[in-house]
Nanobody, 120 residues
Framework: QVQLVESGGELVQPGGSLRLSCAASGTIFRLYHMGWYRQAPGKERELVAGITETRDTNYADSAKGRFTISRDNARNTWYLQMNSLKPEDTAKYYC??????????????WGQGTLVTVSS
């Protein structure tokens, strides 16, 4: 089993910054794709940013220019740096990963989520 644990969510004022982290544990051979999603109350979960094992990235339009996704392959960890936060960024943020375990099985795992609240 591959488990993902997010951290870094908290209350922040509009215009502020946060960095979310996601650490993957278990017998991981490869991480093909890692991403951050968010879900606001009453809304569907949406992709915020993704990064491949070759470090190609993609972002939601709402995140472009403000958020940056990065990864640390040695630690099986990835990050979401969020700047210029807006109240509409308030949501529960989930990390997601697809890859291959050490036994050759594909996995598709989600974290439990970390809450980001942007409010004055």
């Amino acid at each position: 089993q591959v488990q993902l644990v997010e951290s870094g969510g908290e209350l922040v004022q509009p215009g502020g910054s946060l960095r979310l982290s996601c650490a993957a544990s278990g017998t991981i051979f490869r991480l093909y794709h890692m991403g951050w999603y968010r879900q606001a109350p009453g809304k569907e979960r949406e992709l915020v940013a993704g990064i491949t094992e070759t470090r190609d990235t993609n972002y939601a339009d709402s995140a472009k220019g403000r958020f940056t996704i990065s990864r640390d392959n040695a630690r099986n960890t990835w990050y979401l740096q969020m700047n210029s936060l807006k109240p509409e960024d308030t949501a529960k943020y989930y990390c997601h990963a697809e890859g291959l375990t050490g036994w050759g099985d594909r996995f598709d795992s989600w974290g439990q989520g970390t809450l980001v609240t942007v409010s004055s």
